[in-house]
């Protein structure tokens, strides 16, 4: 089944306390992304990847970082989690330029930090 | 700057009807939109693509179009039932970076 899945889908942490958020499809695609959803302000791309080792920033990238050094893997990390990081995440893929670009999506993980 | 606005915000209907979400958008300049469901708690369900190319795609009981030039696009859909009641987001993407730009979303509530 292609999917994507994200790790975990929930978590509750400390501020400060380093944590990554694992996200992995099984499609094949060239281009992923992170959103953070937030009531109020909708979904709004942290980070995004064209390629292997190729990464940038998308709107919201601040207290983020992201590698991707493998073309299924494409893990958010949080160095330093603040409370304003409080927020419900969708990792998605798809095919980017060389296909059709219908994003498919993760379940989505909700990260509280206190 | 895109701006995506989808009317109404919320929305509840009675079994059986058909009804049309709305999704508006500023910048007519775009390389396909794609309509989500969202269920509480859950994550995104790709419903439709639209490719700026074409004017609609249908699916079962959905149908989207897609008017560039008047900077719309609707979901149709037909005989709700109450397992339709999700969350609609619309959003627009494509380009080199590929973002998706989401719609501001249309809670659906199908009474039984």
């Known amino acids: 089944e292609a999917q994507v899945t994200q790790n975990p889908r929930y978590l509750i942490t400390v501020t400060g306390k380093k944590l990554t958020v694992t996200c992995s499809q099984n499609?094949?695609?060239?281009?992923m992304s992170w959103y953070r959803q937030d009531p109020g302000l909708g979904l709004r791309q942290i980070y995004y990847?064209?390629?292997?080792?190729?990464?940038d920033k998308g709107d919201v990238p601040e207290g983020y970082k992201v590698s991707r050094k493998e073309k299924r893997n494409f893990p958010l990390i949080l160095e330093s989690p603040s409370p304003n990081q409080t927020s419900l995440y969708f990792c998605?893929?798809?095919?980017?330029?060389?296909?059709?670009?219908?994003?498919?999506f993760g379940q989505g993980t909700r990260l509280t930090v206190v | 700057k895109q701006e995506v606005t989808q009317i109404p915000a919320a929305l509840s209907v009675p079994e059986g009807e058909n009804l049309v979400l709305n999704c508006s958008f500023t910048?007519?300049?775009?390389?396909?939109l794609q309509w989500f469901r969202q269920d509480p708690g859950k994550g995104l369900t790709s419903l439709l693509l639209i490719q700026s190319s074409q004017r609609e795609q249908t699916s079962g009981r959905l149908n989207a179009s897609l008017d560039k030039s008047s900077g719309r696009s609707t979901l149709y859909i037909a005989a709700s039932q109450p397992g339709d009641s999700a969350t609609y987001l619309c959003a627009l993407g494509g380009g080199a970076t590929n973002k998706l730009i989401f719609g501001t979303g249309t809670l659906l509530a199908v009474q039984p």
């Open positions: 910048d007519s300049a775009i390389y396909n």
């Open positions: 998605a893929s798809s095919w980017g330029q060389r296909g059709s670009p219908e994003a498919f």
């Open positions: 499609m094949n695609h060239e281009y």
């Open positions: 990847s064209m390629n292997v080792e190729v990464t």
